[in-house]
């Protein structure tokens, strides 16, 4: 949780698309959030499953980076919870996860996960990551139904 | 015919085959010589009251009188008492239905009556005669009153008693007295009739009749002493040819019969009445019997006996009869031939039988002979001696290896001599015990001695009594059975055994070793196998944990290197790349210790989908396109036009071509990089390869390059990096995917690295 997350969750920045990036390794986190604000989103962060259930209600990202290994509540249940809850069911989760073995991938989509990245992941492979899947027809069917508008990604 | 004869029921019908041989007798006489001519008109000699009488009998009676004129006309040309009463009797039966009737007559000076004719009564009655001095006999009061008397059937004994003894027996019969009429004299015969024949007016005439013929007769012949012998004489005569029981005939020249006593009229006569059987039984005889006795057969042997085969009518059964025929000469009667039978049926059977029995008896002979024989055989055949005892312990029999045991050959010595005197000696006590002891069968050792060697023998002996009919003791069969072989055998076994026992106790020894070595080998892999799958677990969790720091070490390189945080000097920017290069590579080494692992823990399933080799070829060249810039090297492409597709896993076929020319890029310096694909049609497989001109592989160490952790140079400051896990990597995924790879090289003259995919992808 950062005072920026909560700074530009309340100070709409115009179409600047929302990201919500759930990670427990602080370096980690603080990397990604860094660059996606450099590569024009904006970033609200959490750093357990629950609270990323929190902020995803709080906030209504337009797409949630999650790592599975989490403490409290792990990526896998969170991910269940969000795609059940009605007011964050549409948005699209990427799971993001340091295991590469076999399984862990087919975990996540059976939890709803709609993609699945590796880490390491360079900063700029995971924005290209987010970039398609926003840029995608049916993500920008549910940007407009969600907020009235077309999200234009920027870069 | 004999078929026939046989059929014929013989039972009831004997007595009514055997007539009285009286009236047989008189039959055949009667059928030689025609006695009445019926309605002829001979010359009447009769007593003229009685024709008067006849005359007087109304014509209603014609019957009647024909009847007494036959009777009148059968008394014409007899002088002889015995053919009137014969013509009488006859008379009496065809008439007046008396069956059974007998005529006795007292011949002047004699004191008895006797038969001088009989009908319908056995041939007994012909020897029965009457006494006058047998004064209680009724019968005798017939005469002293001349008066007939009825003697009914006897109804007590008291009644038998008074009845007298006659043929008749226990058959009523009437006594009619025979005499003439108002003569002083006493009556001269008596009638004896059958039955309850009634005394009718017509046996009046006819009583008178016969007594005044037999009266004239008696007069005109006055019977001389030698008639009246012969009278008896005939009767006696009659009585013993009937009593004989042979048949006898006597026959004329011609071969008719003209007497035949009752056994031959069984023979040879059957009236209309009998059955058709014993009616072609006689006639055979009949014919038999002529043909024996024809003239030319009498003359051609003479008075000889000759065998006669005949059927008896009776029940069909053949009989053998003994004929001896004489001729006789009478000069009254002519000559005729006099034949006696024997029976010899039973004699020829007899004989037949013991010959049957004799040649049974000699066959029997025969075989007990040759059984004998070949029991001999047997005993000898038999390699064990064999001893025969008598119940007195004497040697009846003994075979010939029982001999060589028990006697002493020609020419022995002393010592042989001896041998055999003790082998004797030892059975003799074996005998001895067995016949003084009541076991029917004994088994024993006796230590005989090999009498042509001396050597010790052993034997088994096995006695067995033998039993006559009346269980008395007749011998002893002894069999002795050389145990040698069997003792040699015996120490043989038990050495055998023991040497099997002791090997099987090593096997035991043996194999309890390796099933503990196996036991051993067993848990040993197991907590191998463990180890293994908690070295895999621990690689796996560490290079999670190593890339965890190492992500946001790459990261921040990058976001620098990019100028996220402000823009950086070319010295610096440089540091910054070799920060991120050493990052890359760390990266790479923890990759693929966590591939090796996933391999080995089982967990690195396969993604199968259709792979365009050249689309594929393409991303793995674009992906080392930064080496390839930096190395200098000529890349050349050699794809086969129309490859197929592979179906196969994409990411791992990738993976090995990126491995493959990385490595080459990695040991050629100068040169190029050839990759090639083909399909080979004949065993459905694709085979790329990447060839290169670098440094090559010695032939001793082109396996090695294959194993784990394996570089070639492992010195310390070995001047290619990696760890050695690419080539294995490499090659369990081929395997994986059903695949292969091979190498071929020659040191300082480059390497190529074909990789073999089947084109169906795993079966």
């Known amino acids: 949780m950062t005072t920026k997350a909560d700074s530009t969750g309340d100070a709409k920045k115009g179409d600047r698309p929302r990201v919500l990036l759930v990670d427990d390794y602080p370096d980690a986190r603080e990397m990604y959030a860094e660059y996606l604000e450099f590569s024009g989103f904006e970033v609200v962060e959490a750093e357990n499953g629950m609270e990323a259930l929190q902020r995803a209600v709080e906030t209504s990202p337009d797409i949630i980076l999650m790592d599975l290994s989490l403490p409290v509540m792990d990526g896998w249940e969170a991910t269940r919870r969000l795609k059940a809850d009605k007011r964050t069911a549409p948005i699209p989760v990427v799971a993001l996860t340091g295991h590469a073995l076999a399984g862990i991938s087919e975990g996540a989509k059976k939890a709803g996960c709609d993609a699945f990245v590796t880490k390491p992941c360079l900063p700029e492979d995971l924005v290209k990551e987010i970039r398609k899947i926003l840029d995608a027809p049916d993500a920008a069917n549910r940007k407009a139904r969600r907020s009235g508008k077309y999200a234009k990604s920027i870069g | 015919m004999r078929k026939s004869l046989l059929k014929t029921p013989p039972s009831g019908l004997s007595s009514r085959l055997a007539p009285p041989a009286a009236a047989a007798l008189v039959a055949v006489g009667a059928a030689r010589r025609p006695a009445t001519k019926r309605n002829g008109s001979a010359p009447y000699t009769g007593v003229p009251r009685v024709r008067v009488a006849v005359e007087e009998t109304s014509t209603e009676e014609a019957e009647q009188r024909g009847a007494r004129v036959r009777l009148l006309e059968g008394f014409v040309s007899r002088a002889e008492i015995a053919d009137c009463a014969q013509v009488a009797l006859q008379w009496l039966r065809d008439v007046a239905g008396i069956k059974q009737s007998i005529c006795l007559i007292r011949p002047s000076g004699e004191g008895s009556l006797f038969v001088v004719g009989a009908q319908g009564l056995g041939s007994a009655s012909m020897s029965f005669s009457l006494s006058l001095e047998d004064w209680n006999n009724p019968l005798l009061s017939v005469l002293n009153h001349r008066k007939e008397i009825f003697f009914p059937e006897p109804h007590s004994a008291a009644d038998r008693k008074r009845r007298p003894a006659t043929p008749f027996e226990d058959e009523p019969f009437h006594a009619v007295p025979l005499g003439v009429t108002g003569f002083s004299e006493e009556p001269f015969g008596l009638l004896l009739l059958g039955d309850s024949a009634p005394t009718s007016p017509e046996l009046h005439w006819f009583t008178s009749v016969f007594s005044q013929k037999l009266d004239q007769i008696l007069r005109q012949e006055a019977l001389t002493e030698g008639d009246r012998r012969q009278g008896r004489e005939r009767s006696l005569l009659y009585s013993i040819i009937n009593a004989v029981s042979d048949p006898i005939l006597l026959t004329d020249t ?462 310390p400051t070995r001047a290619y990096g990696g760890t050695g896990l690419g080539l294995s990597i490499c090659r369990r995924l081929a395997q994986m995917l059903d695949g292969r790879i091979s190498v071929q090289s020659q040191m300082g003259h480059g390497s190529t690295f074909t990789l073999t995919l089947p084109i169906k992808g795993r079966r």
């Open chain 2, 254 to 715: 011609e071969g008719r019969l003209l007497i035949a006593n009752s056994r031959a009229l069984t023979l040879f006569t059957a009236t209309e009445e009998e059955s058709e059987g014993r009616r072609s039984a006689v006639r055979m005889n009949n014919m038999l019997l002529s043909s024996a006795l024809s003239s030319k057969a009498i003359e051609e042997t003479g008075a000889t006996r000759r065998e006669l085969l005949l059927v008896n009518p009776i029940d069909g059964s053949d009989l053998v009869f003994e004929l001896l025929s004489t001729v006789t000469e009478d000069p009254r009667q002519g000559s005729g031939v006099v034949s006696i039978l024997r029976n010899v049926t039973d004699l020829r059977r007899a004989s037949e039988e013991i010959e049957e029995n004799y040649r049974k008896m000699r066959v029997a002979e025969a075989q007990a002979r040759a059984e004998s024989d070949r029991l001999n055989l047997i005993i000898d055949s038999v390699a064990d001696p064999i001893v025969v005892t008598d119940a007195g312990g004497a040697t009846s029999l003994m075979n010939e290896p029982a001999e060589r045991l028990f006697t002493i050959p020609k020419g022995a010595s002393a010592i042989e001599q001896r041998w055999v005197q003790s082998n004797d000696a030892h059975f003799s006590s074996f005998i001895a015990g067995m016949l003084v002891s009541a076991d029917q069968r004994r088994v024993g050792e006796i230590g005989l001695v090999d009498a042509r060697t001396g050597e010790a023998m052993p034997v088994e002996a096995i006695a067995g009594k033998i039993l006559s009919e009346h269980s008395e003791l007749t011998a002893v069969v002894t069999i002795l059975h050389d145990r040698r072989e069997a003792i040699e055998k015996a120490k043989l076994y038990e050495q055998l055994k023991q040497a099997s026992d002791e090997l099987e106790r090593k096997i035991q020894a043996a194999t309890a070793d390796i099933a503990q070595q196996n036991e051993l080998l067993r848990r040993q892999a197991i907590e191998l196998e463990q180890a293994s799958a908690l070295k895999s677990q621990f690689l796996a969790n560490m290079s999670h944990e190593f890339r965890t720091p190492l992500n946001a070490m790459l990261g921040y390189t990058s976001m620098l290197l990019q100028g996220v945080g402000g823009a950086i000097e070319p010295p610096v920017k440089r540091q910054l790349g070799r920060i991120e290069s050493n990052g890359r590579h760390l990266l790479t080494i923890i990759n693929e210790i966590l591939d090796i692992s996933r391999i080995e823990a089982g967990r690195m399933p396969l993604q199968l989908s259709k792979v365009r080799i050249p689309e594929l070829v393409g991303e793995v060249k674009a992906e080392l396109e930064p080496i390839i810039m930096r190395s200098k090297l000529t890349i050349t492409l050699t794809l086969q036009k129309d490859l197929p597709s592979l179906y196969s896993d994409r990411q791992k076929v990738k993976q090995i071509l990126l491995n493959l020319l990385s490595n080459a890029l990695k040991f050629t310096h100068h040169g190029g990089v050839t990759i090639t694909a083909r399909a080979e049609k004949r065993d459905r497989t694709v085979q790329l390869s990447v060839s290169d001109t670098g440094i090559g592989i010695a032939s001793a160490d082109q396996e090695k390059i294959f194993e784990d952790f394996r570089q070639l140079d492992n010195s």
